[in-house]
């Protein structure tokens, strides 16, 4: 059974691998927070062997681009110290279904420039245990963690919705930040366990500005999904109950609540914190260098979304539907896109194990 | 570019995976002399954490097999002497294109009956650094350190042969261990900085029981494979300059090699060693009860063979040929083994790091 959510493997036109330009903004955006991280890290001298977890680092061109720049970011502090440089263990970390032989065969060329570096992928779950105690570091995670364990309980009546919505009954958000809060702790506890005293935690979450749950910036994406669903209902290629059934499997908390969750499990202190935006269309993104020509914004963004999402909706929906359904995405997204613009809102936090 | 040797990945007819019964047979055989080594190595305790290697773990279903017997026997030995089991980190090691997502796929179901276990994969040449130094308290390997690391040079001459034989002129066998003391003293080195003093090693190898390098044990299977290749040039689909340029990187070594060896490098002391033999035609064999149905023994030696050769002879001799070779290689096995038992000898050993 393939365990969720996954991000679409290989390299084809749907797969992450080639629809990844949003996290690599985000991952760009988050490099200031990672460095100074580092750099107090370094303050009291790194360890003899600096192991380094990534977690949900997926399949793709930004896989090993975090770990890059902490290496780099590592050897340029030492070498400005005049220190020799420790080695350094990174453990990659995403779900067993994610596809690390495309990973795998992208280390030696990365490692023939990096002495004293060893790479080595950890499949499971961040909401089990995943290293020896106190084992880490430092542990990173950019755009993983508002993914939950499971899509939560209690959604039966959230009908016509697949995530929180403006038309969702009264305790869809309640059941989606009780989930969240469960699993953030969770994560938080079991971190705790890995990571040694005075080790750091940098997270970069989607979230939300505002306290209003079903804010634009985080169901936007969503409710475009599912004006596509029930285009597809309307032309009898679905059925209204199978939307009915489907709640996504993540939550976009605001700055408070995830503040608020740290501190109440109490294991690591919150040292610094920013958000950030990043546009839903990349080529709007001074950044996103990757994207070269014109193409549509309601395409860029549809495959972004299938690329995290395919698997998820193969298994509800079937595999039949989901060229039509994003047919349709592009549509709804180009109309969107067209009378606004349109940001994820990022958290991110650096955290030290107290 | 394609890394070699790997085996065939996934899970098809001629796939590693459905082809390891020999290889499995071995693990069996060995079990002894790892359990006496753990055993040895509870005496003095167990580290907090207990940090094991398996060295070209392969994808299938041996992958596992070694890793879950050596933390049982952890926890037997534990369990006996009223000790909490240490945790246990496995890092299972083999080529960049061998096949870790079969293999990480089996991993959940595995560490759901093991608590304080964790599994990774580390992609990587065993003859390259793969861990941190002083880092790991066991290594394994099985059926791996006979590959040598390229081709050995000069073999210019081996004209009409594949590895050693008895047509091979003088100046092969030279090559072909000339190349392996090189890689094996390296092998050595590089697990010397990586394992901790005291700590240990156990490495079973395919090689031979005498002194001749063309010994049928250990030069058979390849000979077969040279007939077929042979018929293919006779047929008229292969080039016989082919045969000439091709030629397997592997050695078989015999026991005072390999103890010699060990000896001249001078980090490991061998605590003991043992050499078993395991049946070509695993029908034949007691321990190998995954083989039900009683079929052509030559057709079981082929797809072995085949499992473990395939990516290189593609490479060298395209894709279009290989069933046919192999369609020669059963009618030649057949034949061999209908007149006598044949057998690979195996050299395991436990050293210790000094």
Redesign the interface.
Known sequence: MT?FPCMNAGSNESSYAKNSVVQKTVILKSRNILEKTIEDYAVKGFP??FKLADLGCSSGPNTLLVVTNIIKNVHAICKNKKQAAP?I?V?LNDL??????TV??M??PL?SNME?C???????SFYT?????K?IHLVHSSYSVHWLSKVPDKLENNKGNIYMSKTSPPGVHEAYFNQFKKDFMKFLRLRSEEVIPNGRMVLTIVGRSGTDPTSKECCGLWELLVMSLQDMVAEGLLDEKDIDTFNLPLYTPCVDEVLAIVELEGSFKIDRWETSQVNWDTQDENEAKSVKSKGSSGKIVAMAVRSVTEPMLISHFGEACIDKLFERYVVHADDHLSREKTENFNIMISAKRK
């Open positions: 365990s003899e062997c080695e263990q453990f067993p279904d994610n596809d690390f032989n795998f065969k280390v030696p490692l004293n060893f790479i080595s992928g950890v499949p499971g245990r995943l290293f020896p105690s084992s």
